[in-house]
């Protein structure tokens, strides 16, 4: 490609000073390349395009490059996609220097990839652990070939146990998704997935309820009458099983969709819900910097050719007010279902105290049971958790 890189500066570069909330110390990087496109798939991704791998990598590099001064020391990297271990193992190689030049991961930070099943081998997963990678997020989303089947997913159960056996031993941390509420799906799949999952001993769990995205082969399906969603009362119940057992395995809920051993929480995900900034770079990438949220274009094509034009990516950015960016504070951190809002913390970030931004509404879930409030802290009930939509939404 044509766009002259501006390498990076021989000395660290000292990122503007500013709290986390203003000035990033996280950076995601997404790889869109995937095997195949999953039905119910709604990210950034996208199948059959392997060979315009090595042009992203020259296109990623080169957005790096014209938007930061020099290196940014971060305390937390995310690789997810898209399938970032779609890529070659030369490619990973590249990837990892490319991140390894410009992040400055400080000692004892996270550095994830997410991986599939079916697309890690040994060469890969030895690059990985070679750069300093030391988290594996793990896309199992169920161990029963029916679900996978409509969920449209092209890996096998057995994969995954050959996935985990190149992780455990090189990496020290890693999690698995599950996602329940598969259409036709019934309890007790749900807990075979959930015994599966445990199986293995992971010590971080990200477990979703399906959500049908407008346009996704699924949500066709769905609309078409081709698939059946689960019932509201058996999916409250299969989310019921998932804290449950999980809880009861000693992996503790702390945010609506993901549970944790104390201590192995996603550092890179608590950065989200709590607001902070974070640098976010490649296709369809969103960032939040010095207040402003940017999205960079999800169409694949595009993004290239405005790179190698020297141009930014280009997308819709937004900058909330400041009420309007403690309102979406509040509605974030009330995802943390074992920190809750602490009212000190929200008012050192925001400015505002949480009952000048939404006191009537926590009074009201309060007294409904949605909403626990012992005056320091406010955070989800167990019912609450049932019903986080209708007590998020109302905070923005
Ligand atoms: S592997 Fe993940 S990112 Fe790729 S298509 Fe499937 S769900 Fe989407």
Not at 317 to 346: C, F, N, V
Request: proline share 6%.
């Amino acid at each position: 490609m044509g766009t002259a890189l501006r390498p990076p500066s021989s000395a660290i570069a000292t990122a503007p000073s500013g709290p986390p909330w203003i000035w990033p110390r996280a950076a995601y990087i997404h790889i869109p390349f995937c095997a195949h496109k999953c039905g119910y798939c709604d990210f950034a991704s996208l199948a059959g395009a392997d060979d315009q791998a090595d042009r992203y990598l020259d296109a990623l590099e080169a957005e790096i490059a014209m938007s930061l001064d020099g290196p940014q020391p971060v305390d937390t990297i995310f690789v997810g996609g898209g399938t970032p271990t779609r890529l070659e193992a030369r490619q990973l190689e590249r990837l990892v220097a490319i991140l390894g030049r410009w992040f400055l991961l400080t000692p004892g930070g996270e550095w994830t990839f997410e991986a599939n099943p079916g697309t890690l081998d040994e060469e890969k997963a030895d690059v990985l652990a070679r750069a300093g990678v030391n988290r594996i997020s793990l896309g199992a989303q169920s161990f029963q070939p029916d679900l996978l089947r409509v969920l449209e997913r092209n890996h096998g159960p057995d994969e995954v146990a050959r996935a985990l056996a190149l992780v455990k031993p090189r990496f020290p941390r890693w999690s698995l998704d599950l996602i329940f509420g598969v259409p036709g799906s019934t309890l007790e799949q749900c807990e075979r997935d959930i015994a599966g999952a445990l199986e293995f001993g992971p010590s971080h769990l990200s477990c979703y309820g399906l959500v049908y995205e407008k346009g996704t082969s699924l949500w066709k399906q769905w609309q078409a009458g081709q698939v059946v969603a689960v019932e509201e009362d058996v999916e409250r119940a299969m989310y019921e099983l998932v804290i449950d057992r999980l809880a009861a395995a000693g992996l503790g809920m702390y945010e609506i969709s993901n549970y944790a051993r104390p201590g192995d929480e996603s550092r890179h995900n608590l950065v989200y819900w709590a607001n902070d900034a974070y640098f976010g770079f490649g296709l369809g990438a969103a960032r939040y910097v010095e207040g402003t949220r940017s999205v960079n274009t999800r169409d694949l094509p595009a993004y290239l050719r405005r790179i190698e034009a020297g141009q930014p990516p280009g997308g819709p950015s937004e900058t909330l007010d400041a009420p309007g960016r403690a309102r979406e504070t509040a509605m974030l951190m009330l995802r943390r279902t074992i920190l809750g809002i602490d009212r000190a913390d929200y008012l050192s970030r925001t400015g505002y105290s949480l009952d000048e931004i939404g006191g009537e509404a926590v009074t009201r879930f309060a007294r409904e049971g949605l909403l626990e409030d012992d005056g320091r802290r406010v955070r989800l009930t167990r019912e609450g958790r049932f019903l986080a939509d209708r007590v998020l939404c109302e905070f923005v």
